[in-house]
């Protein structure tokens, strides 16, 4: 709830919607608990804990307002465990850099997170009664202690080296020539969706609709025609700035890789998102590449996810319903190397979207079969009628 995620979200919609005006002090206090929590959470060296950093200034700053007389932003009870976490953590920090010689501190050692597994593991041991009284707790332990190396002794690949066993067909044999029939279909699947691909973005046709101009000439045409962006644009031009850099690993031409990222951003109004969300890091796409995507690409992939026909070749259905057109002087002049390129992009901005649409479909079934089992539980609780 308390996330960076979160606080973009508000501030986006801030900006968009009219409800959300007045806003920006929720923006502001869920922007401070997630970073005391990030600072609490460092679980890598270059994220620990050190005096003067923004981390420390954060958590010292945190603590100074809650520590404010009359702060009653949460109650008497977390108010108290908040002090006595940061002034402990604080205090750790102090006395680990300055007696032991720590250079930082990982403070997501010092979470109670191992404990509580090793509590769930306790109460899922007792079977029934998942509130274990001392007694039992003891009991489960030491019961643990002496099953798992037993069990793992008992049950593991080991024999004597007297033994010798001769097998005619093993597993392992049948799982890698399966591996690597699926290996060579998915291969030939791969080199089919490619090539279809690469014959609908070279389509010879002089239609100037189906022509993609320059990145110069669809900013201007942008500009121009004063475009105002829908409430898909941003996501999509978010994506397309993803997309320029996952290119790295698509190809090692630096020509290429530069035509598809934009450093001149003020002008356009899709990049909305891009800005809320980056902190100095995130690219911003060509106009070029964002055209394709949005208008050649997204919305055949959002049509067939909608009808929601998943077969076994929803893949090579997804290319051949796109259309045709001309990619124009996409990626670098050399000759071949813009239509490979754009080629790799879009089968992976396919994925991408295959990827979020299947999320939120398994969130829904989940949420679909929890609805199914509490009406179950409730019709067992309704008496039925005599005649």
């Known amino acids: 709830l308390f996330s960076k995620s ?69 109650s008497k009870t977390t108010s108290e465990a908040l002090k006595i976490t ?19 501190l990982l403070t997501a050692k010092l979470n109670q997170d191992y404990l509580e597994k090793f509590f769930g593991l306790i109460r899922s041991c007792g079977g029934d009664s998942d509130s274990p009284t001392a007694t039992s707790f003891l009991q489960i332990y030491r019961l643990l202690s002496v099953h798992i190396p037993i069990s793992k002794g008992l049950h593991g ?17 049948l799982l890698n020539d399966a591996k690597t029939k699926i290996q060579k279909a998915n291969a030939n699947r791969k080199t089919y969706v490619e090539e279809k691909i690469l014959e609908k973005i070279t389509c010879e046709e002089q239609d100037p609709s189906k022509v993609v101009n320059s990145s110069a000439e669809l900013l201007e045409h942008a500009v121009s025609k004063k475009f105002k962006s829908s409430e898909t644009s941003p996501i999509v ?20 890789l530069n035509s598809l990222v934009d450093c001149d951003t003020e002008n356009i109004p899709q990049a909305i998102l891009t800005k809320a969300k980056s902190i100095g890091y995130l690219k911003y796409p060509s106009m070029q590449l964002y055209d394709i995507i949005n208008n050649h690409v997204d919305p055949f992939v959002e049509k067939k996810l909608q009808e929601g026909e998943f077969i076994g070749d929803f893949i090579e259905s997804l290319v051949i319903s796109l259309n045709s057109f001309n990619a124009g002087s996409f990626g670098c002049s050399e000759s071949g190397h813009g239509p490979k390129l754009l080629v790799r992009i879009i089968i992976f901005y396919i994925s991408i979207r ?5 999320r939120i479909f398994n969130k829904e079934q989940r949420n679909s079969s929890k609805e199914q089992k509490k009406f179950r539980k409730l019709s067992k609780l309704v008496t039925p009628k005599c005649k």
């Open 157 to 173: 690949n080991s024999r004597q080296p007297e033994e010798h066993h001769h097998t005619l067909v093993s597993i392992e044999n």
């Open 6 to 74: 979160v606080a973009d979200g508000i501030l986006y919609y801030r900006q968009q919607k009219s409800n959300f005006h007045g806003s920006e002090q929720i923006e502001n206090f869920t922007r401070c608990i997630n970073d005391v929590f990030d600072a609490l959470n460092a679980r890598k060296p270059v994220e620990g804990l050190q005096k003067g950093t923004n981390q420390y200034k954060i958590l010292v700053q945190f603590f100074e307002e809650i520590c404010i007389p009359n702060c009653n932003f949460a």
């Open 237 to 256: 031009f978010h994506l397309c700035g993803y997309l320029a850099h996952k290119a790295k690993a698509f190809t090692k031409c630096m020509a290429c």
């Open 354 to 358: 295959m990827h979020f649409f299947v």
């Open 86 to 104: 940061i002034k402990s953590t604080l205090d750790l920090l102090d006395y680990f850099t300055s007696s032991v010689g720590f250079k930082y």
